[in-house]
């Protein structure tokens, strides 16, 4: 069982994520904005986060790179939810040191895949 | 003159407009927000039985199917609205379920039944959800509302046709462009761009529309979705379609298809005498296209009697690699006589070198 931080406006997907990790046996931790998920990232260290791109204020690229320049979270691994009409933006979330994406519209079960395999490459 | 009892009365008046706007707007909005806080403490206890639904699989998901499918109207009109966003943003079996849920609750008939109704309103949500749970047997009257009397209506179906995916729908797209009740060209294309590559070959008949927007429309999107197989038809296009704007967005299509087969009609276009627009996308084009056989003609356009023209080849020498910066090189080094070919070279050099090439902003403001 993992710690995972989902960061997401949306409050249906974020929801829909807390419900599919919490049933897959993963602690979740949920939060709606940018400067929230970092807060919960001191407060609360995840095994994992995921990260919508686009989130008003703090965008989740922006919370990858604050979290990638802070020596204790810079392993954290973290996976990026990003729309199929904003495809370049995995790109730009791979140079901001993100270790996987999700493109929505995504299959729960794709997703708790997607999170066990990054979970298991850490752990390794 | 004006007495000063008119004044105040006046005075007294606006203030009182204002005071009861205000507590109109005040109220709606409180309405507005009360209503909606209603509606999620409705859907709240449903919603869990939802994410159910969507993370289950065989059995246990008929069977949710078969709860949620029953739960009252209430609560279903209050979980409709996260229903239907949800149809965007999952997939597989997930979005299946929504589907068959939408036809277990009577919704997808109510929305095709809704597509005819008076209500302006009604008939684009309907459209909209008919669209968002890609409903073919709906495209027939999806391509009729094309010519609502209510544009956002229109534009709905438009929109709902481009989920659909259905080709059938192409010349009823292209058609909706012009004439008294029209769809902006820009939700055409995307309607179009959305439908796959199974709708590309009637995409690409649109290039012999009578209507020049229509073709225009047609050959954008058949750049816009890397129609590589259309490659012959969007030639054709830029050699020999009678409208410039046809011709302009031929050739950077050209330049988003990559292929070879590009590479001579663009450079046709390039030369001077054409209309400028043409020549700047053309050159933006070339290097696009990436074909260093086009360096020296890019490079003899850098002192081109028009500055767009000419900094937007230094841009495209940058993009052809090691061969186009060469050129750039030598050009910068000033030994050529009017100095105009040095101050482009030079300029494309530093932008690259502070940062990478700029995209031609230029010549996609020119269109």
Redesign the interface.
């Known amino acids: 069982m993992a710690r995972v931080l989902i960061a997401d406006d949306?409050a249906?997907?974020r929801?829909?994520v807390a419900?599919?990790l919490t049933?897959s046996g993963h602690e979740v931790i949920a939060v709606e904005d940018g400067m929230a998920a970092l807060r919960a990232v001191r407060e609360q260290p995840p095994d994992l986060a995921l990260l919508d791109i686009r989130m008003p204020g703090m965008s989740g690229l922006d919370v990858c790179r604050e979290l990638r320049a802070a020596a204790e979270t810079a392993n954290l691994p973290v996976i990026m939810i990003t729309a199929r009409s904003q495809e370049g933006d995995v790109e730009i979330g791979f140079e901001a040191g993100a270790d996987d994406y999700i493109i929505?519209?995504?299959?729960?079960?794709?997703l708790s895949s997607r999170v066990n395999a990054v979970l298991t490459r850490v752990e390794r | 003159m004006i007495s000063e009892g008119l004044v105040t009365l006046a005075v007294l008046s606006l203030l009182a407009v204002v005071i009861v706007l205000s507590t109109l707007i005040v109220l709606i909005r409180g309405v507005r927000s009360h209503e909606q806080r209603r509606r999620e403490r409705t859907a709240e206890p449903v919603?869990?039985l939802l994410?159910?639904l969507?993370?289950a699989e065989g059995d246990e998901q008929n069977r949710l199917l078969e709860r949620l499918a029953a739960i009252d109207r209430r609560a279903w009109s209050a979980l409709e609205p996260?229903v239907a966003?949800?149809l965007?943003?999952?997939?597989?079996?997930?979005?299946t379920a929504l589907i068959r849920l939408y036809g277990l609750r009577g919704a997808t008939a109510a929305a095709v039944t809704d597509l005819t109704r008076h209500s302006a309103v009604r008939r684009g949500r309907a459209a909209q959800v008919l669209g968002r749970l890609a409903h073919t047997p709906a495209v027939p009257t999806l391509c009729r509302l094309l010519d609502d009397r209510d544009p956002e209506v229109r534009r709905a179906a438009a929109r709902a046709l481009g989920r659909c995916r259905d080709p059938a729908a192409v010349p009823y797209l292209l058609a909706c462009l012009t004439g008294p009740r029209t769809v902006p060209p820009g939700v055409v294309t995307h309607a179009l761009s959305a439908l796959g590559p199974e709708g590309m070959r009637s995409v690409a008949v649109g290039l012999d529309h009578p209507e020049h927007l229509a073709r225009a429309v047609a050959v954008e999107v058949l750049g816009e979705t890397g129609a590589v197989s259309r490659t012959a038809e969007v030639v054709h296009a830029l050699r020999a379609d009678t409208h410039a704007e046809v011709r302009i967005r031929a050739a950077r299509a050209l330049g988003r298809l990559g292929m070879p087969d590009g590479l001579e009609p663009l450079l046709a276009a390039v030369p001077p005498g054409r209309p400028v627009a043409l020549r700047i996308v053309a050159v933006s084009a070339l290097g696009s296209l990436g074909a260093v056989a086009a360096t020296p003609r890019l490079a003899a356009l850098l002192d081109d009697t028009d500055p767009h023209v000419a900094a937007t080849a230094a841009r495209a020498l940058l993009r052809l690699g090691p061969q186009g910066e060469a050129a750039l090189r030598s050009a910068a080094d000033g030994s050529r006589p009017d100095g105009r070919a040095a101050a482009h070279a030079r300029a494309a050099l530093a932008e690259a070198a502070v940062g990478g090439t700029r995209l031609d902003v230029r010549a996609e403001v020119a269109l």
């Open positions: 949306d249906d997907i929801d829909l419900f599919k049933q929505k519209p995504f299959s729960p079960r794709e | 919603r869990g994410f159910e969507l993370c996260h966003e949800l965007e943003k999952v997939s597989g079996g997930a979005r």
